[in-house]
């Protein structure tokens, strides 16, 4: 009965603390986090009436991710719960000329064996208005792609929106698997969200005048590969947030959104990073928010980058910041002086 | 028989640690902190003989409080004890775009319900020769203004020199009330400390050409507040901190100075934060220091902004460096190269 | 039997956590930290066999040592025991405007009382092609000049490569002793390091157009500065490490080098800084490791400064960085993107 | 909707960690706790769909309440919110002869001051089936007093089975006020709880043969207590658990029931103890959920023992452990052998 | 070439700290164990030559194994690398009547995907006098049940001894399936380890008179265990520890042997605990030390019942203790007085 | 101008966190201790005004020491400062079987170095009426045989108490050495100190049927050592700390005291540890507490072994106890129960 329904894998994050290696660390901090359940956490902060769709392993392990996320007033009840392992992943924070560096191991998880029977998508969407996933999903295994496929047709069955982040993951398969499944499944997707490399990664639609590596991104390119990407497979609306790397805990952050008709670009903030890891999610929350409430491109936009800016800032996957912040910060407050 | 004297609350700080926000937080970091107490320290470790006057919980926690102080070598014999409870406030640190955040819980404590009898102001300022309280003690509570008001009045009496930080806060009192008692209060204070924008909330004298919250301030327009400061309450003295916010972790610092006749402003740094809680307290008491020691007005400001620079680079509200420290940096030494 | 053999006192670290000064610490992270042991671990990292060469304490902190070095694979068969202490050292670590401090307290450890007698060169060199060891060692003591002397005159008749870094360290010889001792000994060096300001301190040999203090290096000046020490002494290699510092956690980085023809400059990088102890170390185990590998002048160079500036960003003395990292940010990937 | 209400403060603790005295702590362990709230939390953990009733500060610390409620499932959907303060409280974990110590910071809490307008009981106790509170709720406020004989009366109204925990508290109200106010709220309790002297604060019915400084309670004297209870007040069920303090860290901790006709008395335990705050409360859930599952008297006895037994070695007021961990020691199993 | 070498696997181990629950803990210690690594620590810190042979994968946490191993001076030059995961599991410690718990997540590590191929048992038992390996390994994989039978056989070929200790693991296989492999594996072994219901569990021999569950064990049985296992499998040596649980921080502990002729039973020490779990590996340890310093039977055992006793005040599953330390338990210093 | 004056050496305290080893340690609790500082502080807590002297290092470590004096109001006036290192030990706690383990680091320490005209008896004890140190005061040079020698002198001119508290330790002196020092000095002592085993160590005066090793320790024994000290040496108080150890974490703790006439022995405590690092100094400053207010020899003996018995319930060798608490336990009140 929620609204806005995501779709895929949590799993735990272990993280170095105090910028060491993961290599130098004698404690891990432990969180919890997936692309899909950083969307609902997001949307959940922002009032929105969430359901998180997973399968977790019947064990403590599965009984804290279901903690976390209900803390957060998302909707749990359509988890289901099996034999097997959860995913995990270990997180070392990088500094300047260092970059950040993640080791997964999500092979195998309770989420990656699950079966299509286990999500009964015409209860769970049943009432919803979004249907969400990203590309690490169908990346995870082929019962996972089957499982996509029968929730998105389902979605178009009752009329409801679908959205999709590409989410390129190198480490979950090649660019050659990820084209053909991911050209298929976005047949039955109306909103493409993506990074300033996933548009290349996946369907090889490249910007002109970019280099990401040494952190020069050219709107014109962006705006070129929006276009191509609506003609080629008809989305109503695509955005594309763009991270201009300086050092790894300084970068600049900005988005993109074509509409069908128009293309806006957003203010570029310049960030000082505590945590970057799901930035690019959180910006995908905020244009689901602006979009689910009507408002104007633009301002879906500024406040899809407010937000994501913010995101920087916060320890953890998890966007933790209300909409009062983001409108603050989308109407310019950015120097961070002290709110007594 | 100290030389010199503040008044005021002190609390107990509660911070967030790691950048962590509030809600996220399963464990505080705990200082105590308050303006006129932040002062006494700052002094006490320049070597001034100071007293701190408050009045404090018989319990552990105020116990807390007198053994921190101590070991700084303030003197709290003037300290009272009553039934009661200490005040508190928690810290959330910002970074880049997302501000700092501090919920106040300091209503109804043992020294916003003290009695102006608690304090015997002709044995506490005898000796003395300098009294400071800030703005922040009459907004606490009625009896608190009477308080002030009687250490004014004994202070002039003796012949004590007496100054005042404006601190407005807008969770104590409304502008109006603050304007109403402050500017009874100050006909008796001959030094007057401010931030940048306090002048405006308080007595609603603004500095032209400046936009605090875009960080960009104009020494010009400080000038005309310092003057129009003095000409309307005949102050010997004013100074006002003034920070430009870039990013919540990097501000620009610097000060100015008027003593009746002329302008004097400081040398500007671009600070790398910390922790900037206490800075403007750090800077009043940098000026105290330089005016008690007869230094010349733009070596008691300089001396004073430099002070309150490396007051950011500390964690807590107390500013904890010494009087080298401060004057190496005054001359130039401030590129932070490691001291073996 | 190792290829190259470092030669030094290896000390405890405590460093206060999180920009604590000293004075406010109640706890302190422990690690163990030396200029030539950092170099040792650099090079076992890089994958070389490399001894280190010290006296211990025979008890659970000398233990406590073998087990560090001995986790990077470092060997430590030529290391001896015997009753006495080990030398430590506080740090502090600055920020902004506030520099680093450090308190030594190494005077009387088990290795400034050691013997020349302790250390059998002749076994200890045996194979090897490289003696590594820095102008600490003989500030410690007349018997570590005497031991210094033996393995430096050792290496000349089996024909081992040597090298020294400067390492000029006030708190422990005056600029007079040291340039008497290190004249001598450099008489058996082939190869030079030293930062900035060591070839004036020790050597009197200044460069033009320099302010250290005010972090403006001038490549001229210092290209004049290893011409001075190459004429003077005659090594066959000099390399300078340059540390322009802006403030105390961000500063500019590079080096240059010169062969005894010509004369190379690095790239300079910006960088954020974790923990800026022991850069120096790993620039001159980046050369060694070049020149062993026979890499190109400039490529060596480069090669070194790339791994010291990712130093700046590991906490503890210990450069743990991998040669694909050095050389991914020698090649110009600086800009700290996620390695997923 | 919920089965069970349950209505009360629930206050932020802050606890020194490591055993240190609250003097002695820089930093704060911060966990959420109240009587009530820990029933209801207690319940959820055993499967009990329960809402929490309370009055909470509209602002950071109001909704981390909110989130940790809900991350155990409790039902949050009455609370409601105003602006105001959230009660806390400081602990510090006594050990062998030191005693634990509790400084209350709870008055003038926004729930101290809340209306009885602020609960609608008609509509919070709709379907329930249980309701609780503790004789901490009607001593924070007279307000509070009418708002739990609203709650009471209403439940009666709808045939809600009432409990009550006497827990008196010394520091909220004097035995006489006490004994007065609970005299005429019991009126409408089906179910009493009590510790080992309540009843004799509450109501001055004492135990005999019973010495509870030194730690030896007598079986025969708190049959009586029960018995006297039940004569005067018409209980239909009283329990009292049973604490021997040995040392701080280790006790004896029992229970007994009497259920109108019989008594009954469990097995007691020597517990060592991590945390046992809290553990009174658990023990009522603990029955709470054995008369709701129509367990036997003596099972249901044994089972709350047990689960309260556990809660001593669980950190935080909260008892975290399964249906499953309670009835395997009820069994028997309490030697602690590891669970591979 | 070493003289010792263990076979198995060694896992990250995560706890929690401070007697929180896994559910409850938002940081984990890491550290890394393993039954057979356990053992090489062991015997490493009593100065054994040792090597430890496993398969790691190659990637920091890999790396990080490595690293742990080489700082005791293990031999891990037999350790081979291949893509794959790292076995872990999750630790939660208990207290009081609350067990401890572990979470196991090793299935599909890269150990237990190794091929017999990887294990080059002519080079690796060269010159070895003793090989060790436990009942986990051969339960990971039919490929490893393999590896232990071609190290078995060939450890025979070459006249060295082999040892090994039951440990049944109930998650790991079914008591059918281990009886059956062990049953043939143990045929080569000449040393059998096990704790007090491994032999039950896997070969049906159970103790008389002893209840595991309440703690108390009868030597009389255990003697006819190892005398039943001696018969049926004609072992030179058995040795089984015993636990009899108080509770989860207290146990006594003790062991027994058999040697072939004569049944010997240690003194039993009444342990408070900081962490058990590896202590039946430091028994075997114990007595492998013994064992290969020739020392009397009841003298081996009595050192490996001190060594393994003083293990569970060691943190982490590595035991931690010297020779003397061990000695000096043994001659009955047990009562834990300072050592300045 | 305070009533007691303590002379000794204070050092930095570095201990393991969490029951951990020395050698496993990667951060250590810091701390400041001496056995006459330990003295000093608890006096000072029971508002006793004293002062504490001795010489402190010129740098950021010695003003920490200043600083953690002044808080609990300890009277640094006396203490002088010069060049040189502040004496530090580290500490391992033990647990069970596991003893702790001191590891000294105080050799040449800046008061081991001292000269006796560092300090200007006096002026220091001008109105003093007691004055205390213990035997490793004159154990750490010559010069502080001659400046204790000094301050007894002078003691003995003004009429001021004295007391000496034998604290023998092996690492500084050999037993013929004391013998020789502490014969000389005890000739000015009214009141001696000591623990179990210090007059058999220092004087060769044993207690019979005791065993110190198997922690049994016979009245009888210790009345005949006291009486034997007293015949001795003339003393007009002799008491002795008796301590009985099971395990390192429990021991058992009492006291005996002779008058000159009578013999008096305490209650005795069952103590569970959190650190029992100067137990023996809060015993012997309970006791000059008890003499100085003329309390009766028993009541003196319960409030120095009561307060002795809490000092191992709290972290740190100070003991943070109030009079009430100390009254209260003496009293009877040991069973640990909550204080609300």
């Not at 969307?39 to 997973?54: E, M, P, Q, R, Y």
């Not at 993506?194 to 910007?207: P, T």
């Not at 050219?218 to 008809?234: A, I, N």
Request: aromatic share 10%.
């Amino acid at each position: 009965m929620s609204q806005v329904v995501t779709f895929g894998e949590i799993m735990m994050r272990l993280s170095a603390q105090s910028h060491l290696r993961l290599i130098q660390a004698s404690q891990f901090d432990v969180t919890y986090a997936g692309a899909e359940a950083n969307v609902a956490v997001s949307l959940a902060n922002f009032g929105i009436d969430v359901a998180f769709v997973t399968k977790l392993p019947k064990n403590d392990l599965g009984l804290a991710v279901l903690r976390i996320l209900r803390q957060y007033g998302v909707d749990t009840s359509y988890i289901c719960f099996g034999e097997g392992r959860l995913g995990l992943y270990f997180l070392e924070t990088g500094f300047s000329q260092r970059p950040s560096k993640v080791i997964y191991d999500r092979a195998n998880s309770v989420f990656a064996l699950s079966n299509p029977d286990d999500f009964d998508w015409d209860k769970i969407l049943e009432n919803a208005k979004w249907f969400h996933f990203t590309g690490i999903t169908p990346a995870l295994s082929d019962n996972l792609v089957e499982s996509c496929r029968n929730a998105l047709k389902k979605s178009k069955e009752k009329g409801i929106m679908t959205s999709c982040d590409l989410n390129y993951r190198a480490k979950l398969w090649s660019e050659e698997k990820a084209r053909q499944v991911m050209s298929e499944l976005v047949e039955y997707v109306d909103v493409l969200f993506a990074n300033e490399e996933d548009a290349e990664k996946v369907f090889g639609i490249k910007a002109d005048d970019s280099n990401i590596i040494e952190g020069k991104l050219s709107l014109k390119g962006y705006e070129q590969v929006c276009t191509r990407l609506q003609e080629k497979f008809g989305f109503k609306k695509v955005a594309i947030s763009l991270r201009e790397s300086i050092v790894a805990n300084v970068n600049r952050w900005s988005g993109v959104l074509m509409d069908g008709k128009d293309f806006y670009s957003s203010k570029q903030y310049t960030v000082h990073i505590v945590d970057r890891v799901g930035a690019g999610d959180s910006f995908a929350a905020g244009l689901i928010f602006g979009f689910l409430n009507n408002m104007k491109p633009q301002e879906s936009l500024e406040f899809a980058v407010a937000a994501s800016c913010l995101k920087h800032t916060i320890a953890g996957d998890f966007n933790q910041v209300s909409i009062d912040e983001v409108k603050k910060l989308a109407k310019g407050e950015g120097s961070g002086r002290v709110v007594r």
